[in-house]
């Protein structure tokens, strides 16, 4: 495995607590812009723009425990306002005409706060000049989410308020920030969601990924109604994710919230992964956050507190591909907390179907055990889904070889 301690002078810090995320990236939580009740735990469904659909390359939704109310002054400095999205022709440097009162994009775009330096990574700062902002469709208490286009390319970016009032959140904040931006400029993968760039400025920070128009796996299954997803697709986009996982494993990376909110939909069905915003280095297990994540999807290790490694994104993993084979939401009948207390208390997990074919539930079950250690790598996940997709391309073959052989009759 590569050291990633390579990149640890980049880290700062670790934050703490026992808050749900530990970070800004889990702070309140993002919304939909036309929600205007308080974020209760898993409350946040899909989200999408009003132009048709489509994901950002960063999770929006469910968190677990957080609060919306803003102590900042950028994102209320005109009150909450509820923007449609217009038809207005972006142009560079500039926002829509929608969203001409939107403070925040205004801080960004405007040229008399200077662009200040990435550090270590001044070659992915973004010419603001080539960034059109359209409008925002998710924000949470210090940050919101919008979609544009940087240089011509449809692209999601994440807008991050410095707290004024608040310093200690303002450090962590930028420590978190500056995480995210080293860990997308050092991942490099097919099936991670592309980094386009960053800047940094005295109030606001942005971030830029590749915008995803199929939308996250969750957005996926439920516009098929909980239907699954087709046995040959599901083990693809499996193959997928794994792949990636086990490319972010092998730099010494965890994510931390591998879920379906932030697996996103290409145009040619493959998977990206996204949201790093919580994801870090793996150091000593002692100096981990805990509760980061999302219940449904969350280790029982995570859950209690206790020292955690890579394999709590194996864990993660096996709910993953339980959604992908059932097409439904684990733990559908719970609330989260009631989830989350059944899997460390009770020793609770999804059922497997009966018609699963075993070589899946085999994955499932290994993935999800209570013991890290009984967990495989994703190294060993991809080779077991590689003859899992071997078997499932030979079953076909036969059931058409037996077609093709019945016997023929006279009418």
């Not at 990636?244 to 290409?266: P, T």
């Not at 069905?269 to 297990?285: H, L, T």
Request: aromatic share 8%; net charge neutral.
């Amino acid at each position: 495995m590569a050291d990633g301690s390579k990149f640890a002078g980049f880290m700062g810090g670790g934050g703490g607590g026992n808050v749900v995320g530990n970070g800004f990236y889990d702070m309140g939580f993002y919304r939909k812009l036309d929600e205007v009740s308080n974020m209760s735990v898993d409350s946040v469904g899909s989200l999408q723009t009003s132009t048709g659909g489509g994901s950002v390359a960063m999770s929006l939704e469910n968190s677990s425990v957080g609060s919306n109310n803003s102590r900042t002054g950028i994102l209320h400095h005109t009150g909450l306002r509820l923007f449609s999205v217009g038809h207005s022709v972006l142009r560079p440097g500039r926002v829509s005409h929608a969203m001409n009162e939107d403070a925040l994009a205004q801080t960004l775009i405007d040229p008399r706060y200077p662009t200040e330096s990435l550090e270590n990574y001044d070659e992915w700062t973004i010419d603001l000049r080539k960034l059109s902002m359209g409008v925002a469709f998710a924000q949470g208490a210090f940050g919101k989410l919008y979609r544009g286009t940087y240089d011509g390319e449809d692209v999601a970016i994440k807008l991050l308020e410095k707290p004024e009032n608040d310093p200690e959140r303002a450090q962590l904040m930028e420590q978190q920030f500056g995480q995210e931006v080293m860990m997308l400029a050092n991942l490099k993968h097919p099936n991670i969601v592309r980094f386009i760039g960053a800047c940094r400025k005295p109030l606001v920070w942005c971030i830029v990924t590749e915008y995803a128009k199929g939308g996250s796996v969750r957005q996926f299954l439920m516009k098929r109604q909980n239907r699954s997803v087709p046995l040959k697709l599901a083990v693809k986009q499996a193959l997928d994710i794994a792949k990636g996982m086990e490319y972010v494993h092998e730099l010494g990376f965890i994510h931390r919230d591998l879920k379906s909110d932030n697996l996103l939909i290409f145009a040619d069905k493959s998977i990206k992964i996204a949201d790093f915003g919580v994801a870090r280095i793996e150091v000593k297990p002692e100096g981990m956050t805990p509760e980061t994540g999302t219940y449904r999807w969350m280790a029982p290790e995570m859950i209690q507190h206790r020292p955690y490694n890579q394999k709590v994104d194996v864990y993660s993993f096996g709910i993953v591909l339980w959604e992908l084979i059932t097409g439904m939401l684990p733990f559908q009948n719970m609330s989260a907390v009631q989830a989350a207390f059944a899997v460390v208390n009770k020793g609770v997990r999804p059922v497997v179907p009966q018609d699963c074919l075993p070589a899946l539930g085999e994955i499932m079950t290994r993935c999800w055990d209570a013991d890290p250690d009984v967990r495989p790598s994703f190294s060993e996940i991809v080779r077991m889904l590689e003859s899992a997709q071997e078997e499932i391309v030979n079953t076909v073959r036969k059931a058409r070889f037996r077609c093709c052989m019945q016997p023929m009759t006279i009418d």
